[in-house]
T-cell receptor, first 110, second 114 residues
Framework: GDSVTQMEGPVTLSEEAFLTINCTYTATGYPSLFWYVQYPGEGLQLLLK?????DKGSNKGFEATYRKETTSFHLEKGSVQVSDSAVYFCALQGANNLFFGTGTRLTVIP | DTGVSQNPRHKITKRGQNVTFRCDPISEHNRLYWYRQTLGQGPEFLTYFQNEAQLEKSRLLSDRFSAERPKGSFSTLEIQRTEQGDSAMYLC????????????FGPGTRLTVT
């Protein structure tokens, strides 16, 4: 069945460091892929998405590229800020619902 | 557009009691989803509605759980005879069928069963 495997955390980085959070998926066909972010005390927010192979989703300095060959959708940011501290979830679109990874907690220290 | 709202935000109940949660989706969204999120895990799908019709239920939705969306607007999720294993965050999301990829999530209801 469809599933998402996400890099385990937690991840702690200094401000302005480079971020990568790995995500790989298993699915039939080529589902749309997403990154959601959950800030402390808030609900899940869509961060970015990609709907087909080689698409690059981007938002707020974050990027992820849909790699069909490696079944991956890794999240990257060139220079993280303290305000990026949150839990990040990779997800794929099933027939009617989303399948989520377990989440990666990111803490950025000044 | 006020976003998806959920009430209550927190609920503490004793084992064996019944609880009911409410979700108000974004007004023009005809699809509504319920997910459950336990500590350290990602959200897991429970069920979804298109308008008032419940079209899919996951195997996680035991017979103690029931969800309704009577007029195709707000939805309720009831858990009967709660168990400690029901303690989790219950998330509601909504989307517009024409753009079903974009699910918008509410803040969740955190249930603690003692």
């Amino acid at each position: 069945g469809d599933s998402v495997t996400q890099m385990e955390g937690p991840v702690t980085l200094s401000e302005e460091a480079f971020l990568t959070i790995n995500c790989t998926y298993t699915a039939t066909g080529y589902p749309s892929l997403f990154w959601y972010v959950q800030y402390p005390g808030e609900g899940l927010q869509l961060l970015l998405k990609a709907t087909k192979a080689d698409d690059k989703g981007s938002n707020k300095g974050f990027e992820a590229t849909y790699r069909k060959e490696t079944t991956s959708f890794h999240l990257e940011k060139g220079s993280v800020q303290v305000s990026d501290s949150a839990v990040y979830f990779c997800a794929l679109q099933g027939a009617n619902n989303l399948f989520f990874g377990t989440g990666t907690r990111l803490t950025v220290i000044p | 557009d006020t976003g998806v709202s959920q009430n209550p935000r927190h609920k503490i109940t004793k084992r064996g009691q019944n609880v009911t949660f409410r979700c108000d989706p974004i007004s023009e969204h005809n699809r509504l989803y319920w997910y459950r999120q336990t500590l350290g895990q990602g959200p897991e799908f429970l069920t979804y509605f298109q308008n008032e019709a419940q079209l899919e239920k996951s195997r996680l939705l035991s017979d103690r759980f029931s969800a309704e969306r009577p007029k195709g607007s707000f939805s309720t999720l009831e858990i009967q005879r709660t168990e400690q294993g029901d303690s989790a965050m219950y998330l509601c999301a909504s989307s517009y069928q024409g753009s079903r990829l974009e699910q918008y999530f509410g803040p969740g209801t955190r249930l603690t069963v003692t």
